[in-house]
T-cell receptor, first 114, second 114 residues
Framework: GENVEQHPSTLSVQEGDSAVIKCTYS??????FPWYKQELGKRPQLIID?????GEKKDQRIAVTLNKTAKHFSLHITETQPEDSAVYFC?????????????FGTGTRLQVFP | DAGITQSPRYKITETGRQVTLMCHQT?????MFWYRQDLGHGLRLIYY???????DKGEVPDGYVVSRSKTENFPLTLESATRSQTSVYFC?????????????FGPGTRLTVL
């Protein structure tokens, strides 16, 4: 089945610096890759996603890139702010009716220091 | 976010007891999911449901039972709780799995099995 590995497990950056979180997946049939943010004590929330027919997607300070050949995708956060501090999860799925499950990585705890 | 709720929010029980965690959503979403979140493991899918009376196993279904007699409810039952089932449980829903839509998470239930 699908396996998603996520690195690093913790990441500390200075406010204003960039942060990059990387994930690799094993199932070449996966075609949907969302990223969720979970603040302390809160529920996970979708922040950005990308489909396999797209190599990069941006939304203000966050971007996701996908390399299908290498089977890895990354989250990029620029100009980090203290409110970006949270745990970030990547996930992968095949998509399609009843054929897939959303498999999550183990999470990255990002700390942004003022 | 107020559209998906979980109860109870906190539960302490003893080994061997039956426990039911409730999940209710008001959006009439077709798909509903149960995850458990443990340190170092991220979010792992327990069971999911494509519609009323349709359920399927996720990554870690052993020891759990689900039902979905109504679209809006998706209870998760631990028939005989074990200490290894101590975890934070999240319910989620999505509108249409085929379109790989965003999953909306409930606030979570923190379960402790003594």
């Amino acid at each position: 089945g699908e396996n998603v590995e996520q690195h690093p497990s913790t990441l500390s950056v200075q406010e204003g610096d960039s942060a990059v979180i990387k994930c690799t997946y094993s199932d070449s049939a996966s075609n949907y890759f969302p990223w969720y943010k979970q603040e302390l004590g809160k529920r996970p929330q979708l922040i950005i996603d990308i489909r396999s027919n797209v190599g990069e997607k941006k939304d203000q300070r966050i971007a996701v890139t996908l390399n299908k050949t290498a089977k890895h995708f990354s989250l990029h956060i620029t100009e980090t702010q203290p409110e970006d501090s949270a745990v970030y999860f990547c996930a992968a799925s095949r998509g399609g009716f009843n054929t897939d499950k959303l498999i999550f990585g183990t999470g990255t705890r990002l700390q942004v220091f003022p | 976010d107020a559209g998906i709720t979980q109860s109870p929010r906190y539960k302490i029980t003893e080994t061997g007891r039956q426990v039911t965690l409730m999940c209710h959503q008001t959006w009439s979403h077709s798909y509903m999911f149960w995850y458990r979140q443990d340190l170092g493991h991220g979010l792992r899918l327990i069971y999911y449901s494509a519609a009323a009376d349709i359920t399927d196993k996720g990554e870690v279904p052993d020891g759990y039972v689900v039902s979905r007699s109504k679209t809006e409810n998706f209870p998760l039952t631990l028939e005989s709780a074990t200490r290894s089932q101590t975890s934070v449980y999240f319910c989620a829903s999505s509108e249409d799995r085929v379109k790989e839509n965003e999953q909306f998470f409930g606030p979570g239930t923190r379960l402790t099995v003594l």
